[in-house]
Each structure stands twice: as structure tokens, then as C-alpha cells.
């Protein structure tokens, strides 16, 4: 009997990722990309021959991709370690919203090789980038103003400083000059 359930799950989820990728007309080569597997496991996911996923990673990735919880799928199993929210995150996930840009179109905007990433950022896997030119490539893609770009640019590069251990309050004055070079390096001031 519970072998019979679990085949039913199985079922569900690979009908639920095969229905969204024929929905959207995404090639199961994309997805792939887009999640950080090989074709051929998209393949025998979507076609039984193997077990659904039940590694958290490659779960929440396939939920960014097809935007829902990843608790909808029910092999995933919530992680012990609590998900930090990143205020920049949310709000690049605010504006594609209210742009009407889904995850799928948004990531498409990237080279192969960027998409990836750019799902691993959205998912709060991993931080903004710290290289301006590539949060600058993120704010193009959404219409982002260079003067927002910087404004988390340079949220992302104190978190670091601070990380590295830098009292970046005590050293207000070398981190206000850093700051400064660097707008008039951008062309801000």
C-alpha cells in the first residue's frame, strides 16, 4: 500500500513540472539549465523512469522556475536551517511582479550559463551579486535605475565589509571615501 501512494506522488509532481513546461513552452533543455541538471534527468523525471526529487536544492530551484512553494510538491521536506530574507531579493522579486515578468521570462533575459545563478539568488540561496557589473545586468533586464543598482550595490558591499570584520561605523570616513570613489567611478555624482 504505501508503495502505491508514493507512486501517486510521484505521478503528481512529474505531471505538475510536465504540464508547466508544455504550458509555457519551455524545452526541457532550458529547464534543465535553469534547475542545474542534465537533460536526460528532466527526461526520466517527467517520464516516471526515475523517482521524483526529494533533494531540497533541485526542489526549491524547480519551484522558483515554475514560481510556486516548494512545498507544494510533496517530497519536499522542509530544511532545519531557517531561509534568510534578503530585503534586495524581495525587491528585484517586486519589480518583476509588477512588471508582469515571470521567473521563466526573466531568466531567459540571461546568458545559459547565468540562469542558474540568477535561480539560486531568487531562491535566497545565494546573495546579490558583489560585482556592480553584473548587478547592473540583473537592474537592466528589469529597468531598474542605475542610482537603485547602487543603492544595493553598496548595501551588498557593506555586508561584506561588515562580514570580513570591518566596524564599517567606526570607519565611517574610509568607507564614505570608498563609497564616493566609486559613484564618481559609475558616473552617480
Not at 500500500?1 to 513546461?21: D, H, R
Not at 507544494?72 to 534586495?88: A, M, R, T, W
Request: glycine share 4%.
Amino acid at each position: 500500500m504505501n508503495s502505491k501512494n508514493k507512486q501517486i506522488i510521484q505521478e503528481k509532481s512529474s505531471e505538475k513540472v510536465a504540464k508547466f513546461l508544455e504550458k509555457n513552452g519551455i524545452h526541457k533543455k532550458d529547464f534543465a539549465e535553469m534547475i542545474g541538471v542534465t537533460l536526460s534527468y528532466v527526461y526520466n523525471l517527467i517520464d516516471n523512469s526515475i523517482s521524483f526529487s526529494t533533494r531540497s536544492t533541485t526542489l526549491e530551484r524547480i519551484a522558483t522556475v515554475m514560481e510556486i512553494e516548494p512545498e507544494e510538491f510533496d517530497e519536499y521536506k522542509i530544511p532545519q536551517e531557517p531561509i534568510l530574507i534578503d530585503d534586495s531579493i524581495e525587491f528585484l522579486k517586486q519589480i518583476m511582479k509588477q512588471k508582469g515578468m515571470t521567473t521563466v521570462n526573466f531568466l531567459k533575459a540571461f546568458p545559459r550559463k547565468k540562469r542558474l545563478e540568477i535561480v539560486d539568488i531568487l531562491r535566497g540561496n545565494i546573495p546579490i551579486p558583489i560585482d556592480y557589473k553584473e548587478l547592473s545586468m540583473i537592474g537592466k533586464v528589469l529597468g531598474i535605475e542605475r542610482d537603485d543598482i547602487y543603492e544595493i550595490w553598496e548595501k551588498r558591499m557593506k555586508q561584506v565589509l561588515e562580514t570580513g570584520g570591518m566596524n564599517i561605523y567606526s570607519n565611517a570616513a574610509l568607507v564614505n571615501a570608498m563609497f564616493d570613489c566609486a559613484k564618481r567611478f559609475i558616473d552617480l555624482q
